[in-house]
């Protein structure tokens, strides 16, 4: 069973920036795909960034785009996401996701990963 164990949320005022980490554990997986979704009180689950291991490339939807970066140390296949230019509506419980299914890269949707964090708070306060 994949685990993963995120770090990094917090408080930050408007405008600033936090780095969000998350390291898989666990035995007998080789993921595929990575990805950060979010859910602020009374929304949605949002993808907000996802990465795949076959090639790096990335995914975003606008509302981050340009403001968020995410990345992947390949030793330890630890995926971080660094938040920069950060406003009161970004605040939410961001939750690391992964898939071990090569065909999963590319969708930014819930359903496309499967194994999920317990989450992190980011609060943006102005």
């Known amino acids: 069973q994949v685990r993963l164990q995120e770090s990094g949320g917090g408080s930050v005022e408007t405008g600033g920036s936090l780095t969000l980490s998350c390291e898989p554990s666990?035995?007998?997986?080789?993921?595929?795909?990575m990805g950060w979704f979010r859910q602020a009180p009374g929304k949605e689950r949002e993808g907000v960034a996802g990465?795949?291991?076959?090639?790096?490339?990335?995914v975003y939807p606008d509302s981050v785009k340009g403001r968020f970066t995410i990345s992947r140390a390949y030793a330890k296949k630890t995926v971080t996401l660094a938040m920069n230019g950060l406003t009161a509506e970004d605040t939410a419980v961001y939750y690391c996701?992964?898939?071990?299914?090569?065909?999963?890269?590319?969708?930014?949707?819930?359903?496309?990963?499967?194994?999920w964090g317990q989450g992190t708070q980011v609060t943006v306060s102005s």
């Open positions: 996701a992964a898939s071990d299914l090569a065909y999963h890269c590319g969708l930014l949707t819930s359903e496309s990963f499967d194994f």
């Open positions: 990465i795949c291991f076959r090639d790096g490339s990335t």
């Open positions: 666990g035995i007998g997986h080789s993921l595929k795909w």
